[in-house]
């Protein structure tokens, strides 16, 4: 039976600042790769057989130590843009304070909803047809939210809330 689990990278230098990031290619904070490395110790009993990761740079650097923790090559990652976050348009690099929830539809530049729920029913759909059993995918906040949506056929908006926000650097098993 397929298992996948799921890491939200770590915290980045726009997290650590209550920045939205989006496309913005932020790396990882001290904390950001503490939490990493935690990760992957958490991830040594998984048995995973292969890495899923966003090709942004605070998903890669939390990939490549997840996977120097449990012993996986880095040259064997798996890397695609179905996994990146969404982009947020004009908001990117704004202040974000957790309690706005905000329609992307409405701001400049801005993925809109449509186009995410697309493009993460892809990425579900990657991940469902991978030959392998134990997957660990390395992403985002609302691309992760959106792909667990897909996933699980849940209706509705994907949600910024600070209620709905998963931690960073913990692995999370979905299916």
């Known amino acids: 039976m397929k298992k996948l ?24 904070t001290e904390t950001g790769r503490s939490q990493a490395n935690q ?5 040594k009993s998984l ?3 292969l890495i899923v990761s966003s090709p942004l740079k605070r998903a890669s650097q939390t990939a490549e130590i997840i ?3 449990i012993g996986y090559p880095k040259d064997k990652i798996v890397y695609s843009d179905l996994f990146m976050e969404r982009d947020y348009g004009s908001m990117q690099g704004q202040p974000w304070d957790g309690a706005n929830v905000i329609n992307f539809d409405t701001v400049l530049g801005a993925e809109k909803e449509r186009a995410l729920l697309k493009r993460a029913t892809e990425g579900a759909d990657f991940l469902k047809n991978m030959p392998k059993d134990n997957i660990l995918f390395i992403g985002h906040g609302t691309n992760g939210r959106a792909v667990l949506r897909s996933l699980t056929k849940q209706e509705g908006e994907v949600e910024l809330s600070i209620e709905n926000e998963i931690p960073n650097g913990h692995p999370v098993r979905w299916i």
């Open 5 to 28: 689990y799921f890491v939200r990278h770590g915290e980045s230098e726009a997290n650590a600042k209550r920045l939205f990031a989006g496309r913005w290619d932020v790396p990882l």
């Open 39 to 43: 990760a992957g110790k958490e991830a």
């Open 47 to 49: 048995d995973i057989d």
């Open 67 to 69: 996977a120097s923790e």
